[in-house]
Nanobody
Framework: QVQLVESGGGLVQTGGSLTLACAAS????????MGWFRQTPGKERKWVAA????????YYPDLVKGRFTISRDRAKNTLYLQMNSLKPEDTAVYYC??????????????????WGQGTQVTVSS
């Protein structure tokens, strides 16, 4: 069983940057994909980035493309999300997750089988 622990959340001003990290421990297995989602109260969890764990190919929705960068350090079993040009609408709890699906299709919460506990990101206007 893999454990995922996010860190790096916090309060930042509009236009600022923040980097989230997700440390994986336990039996990470051989995930095809690792991803980031975010969620606000009363809303569905939304996909914000995915990366092919072996090849490193990255995927983003238009909402964050050009502002967010997902990366991974396989030696450290750690996933990252660099967020630039942050906006108040980026405020959410951010979750990392593991998937056995290929990265180019893993965009829905149901595609992911392990989740971290989340880290709060608040962007002030």
């Amino acid at each position: 069983q893999v454990q995922l622990v996010e860190s790096g959340g916090g309060l930042v001003q509009t236009g600022g940057s923040l980097t989230l990290a997700c440390a994986a421990s336990g039996d990470i297995g051989s995930p095809n994909t690792m991803g980031w989602f975010r969620q606000t109260p009363g809303k569905e969890r939304k996909w914000v980035a995915a990366i092919s764990w072996i090849e490193g190919t990255t995927y983003y929705p238009d909402l964050v493309k050009g502002r967010f960068t997902i990366s991974r350090d396989r030696a450290k079993n750690t996933l990252y999300l660099q967020m630039n040009s942050l906006k108040p609408e980026d405020t959410a709890v951010y979750y990392c997750a593991r998937s056995s699906f290929s990265a180019h299709v893993a965009t829905m919460p149901g595609h992911f089988d392990s989740w971290g506990q989340g880290t709060q990101v608040t962007v002030s206007s």
